[in-house]
């Protein structure tokens, strides 16, 4: 359909039934691990014809460069010290801040399956401090924003997240943080957008 076309921004979607093997290898990766996460949390990663969406079809362009990236998105989801409403947070966060339309519909989905209210989840898409949040989501909030906004942490509020996440848990942060800066450019760069429904 003609709606269905335009999700892929400015690539075409791929047929799926016409991928060469190393496409073939990065779908049956996506599609044992991706697409039951997105459907879980409530997030469309596919067309009804199987044709992928949002970063998943861009990754079909690139699929061994896909596979490695991915890597380093398991690498940080297993390993990470950050509660999981901290961790959509900081995603929504950024891609609030780069206008990822896709990023924000697929991770607001997410945030509320990770239990952030909806008071929260509107604050951060008006760019503004979700004041009545737990101090670990305003903290992480803040740190987020001021770095992706102004390239730079002040002092204070670098102590403020280091008091709240240790050392080891502004590393995994930044890691994250690291990893939804390239989604969001990936995003944007193709104008990918997010779908109607």
């Not at 409403?85 to 929504?92: K, P, S």
């Not at 903290?139 to 008091?163: K, M």
């Amino acid at each position: 359909m003609k709606d269905d076309e335009a999700l892929g921004g400015r690539l075409p979607l791929i047929d799926v039934a016409q991928l060469d093997p190393n496409q073939r290898q990065l779908l049956d990766y996506l599609e044992a691990s991706k697409f039951p996460w997105a459907e879980k949390s409530g997030f469309r990663s596919r067309l009804s014809d199987g044709r992928l969406i949002g970063p998943f079809n861009v990754f079909l362009f690139s699929p061994q460069m896909a596979r490695a990236f991915n890597a380093w998105v398991d690498a940080e989801s297993a390993c990470t010290s950050l509660a999981e409403d901290v961790r959509q947070i900081v995603i929504l966060t950024i891609g609030v801040v780069w206008r990822a339309d896709y990023e924000i519909y697929a991770h607001l989905a997410v945030a509320r399956s990770a239990g952030v209210d909806e008071a929260t989840l509107s604050a951060i898409q008006e760019k503004k401090d979700p004041e009545a949040a737990p101090d670990a989501i305003r903290i992480a909030w803040q740190f987020t924003h001021q770095l992706v906004e102004t390239h730079g942490v002040e002092n204070n509020l670098y102590r403020q997240a280091t008091a709240m996440f240790g050392e080891h848990g502004l590393v995994d942060m930044l890691n994250l943080i690291g990893l939804y800066l390239s989604t969001s450019a990936l995003l944007n760069a193709f104008a990918v957008p997010a779908p109607q429904s």
